[in-house]
């Protein structure tokens, strides 16, 4: 195996932590304001390793979380794969942004992700929740900053610790 393809020992942690906060049970009001938790973590992860967490690591997870959620398969397979080819596209870019400006790209992301959800449930015939639907866009790039600085600092630990 290439070792520029081993994903590292942080990304498998924080993913494994993201699937866990996506499935705790929470109180039906904040439940609908849940952050795509999976998402924030590879697009984080899709910058600081392109080369290594990418297209099929975003599909590997959303198969997983599809499987996590009970929904259908592909369905965040398909909707992580597309917002990590564009994470991949603009990470240069992204990289030098201030804050604020990456998470209007990750609320862009995840709006994204919640319409191809939304659009492959309409597609089979279940329908369409309310407009809270899309309250996860708001919260994703609320907690943006915050999830940025936790992830690294455990990515600068982890380097440091190699060293």
Do not use: C, K
């Amino acid at each position: 195996m290439n070792p520029g393809m081993v994903i590292p020992v942080p990304v498998l942690l924080s993913l494994l932590a993201a699937f866990a906060l996506t499935i705790v049970p929470l109180p039906g009001a904040i439940a609908t304001a849940r952050p795509e938790w999976v998402l924030l973590v590879l697009v984080y992860w899709g910058m600081a390793f392109p080369r290594r967490v990418g297209i099929l690591v975003a599909f590997l997870a959303g198969l997983f979380l599809d499987v996590l959620q009970h929904q259908l398969l592909g369905q965040n397979a398909l909707a992580l794969a597309a917002a990590m080819f564009i994470v991949l596209q603009i990470y240069p870019r992204m990289r030098v942004y201030p804050l604020w400006q990456q998470a209007v790209v990750v609320a862009f992301l995840v709006g994204l992700t919640r319409f191809l959800n939304i659009w492959i449930q309409g597609a089979t015939g279940f329908p369409p929740g309310n407009n809270l639907y899309w309250l996860p866009v708001l919260t994703s790039a609320l907690l943006w900053p915050v999830v940025y600085h936790i992830l690294r600092d455990a990515r600068r630990r982890w380097l440091l610790h190699l060293t």
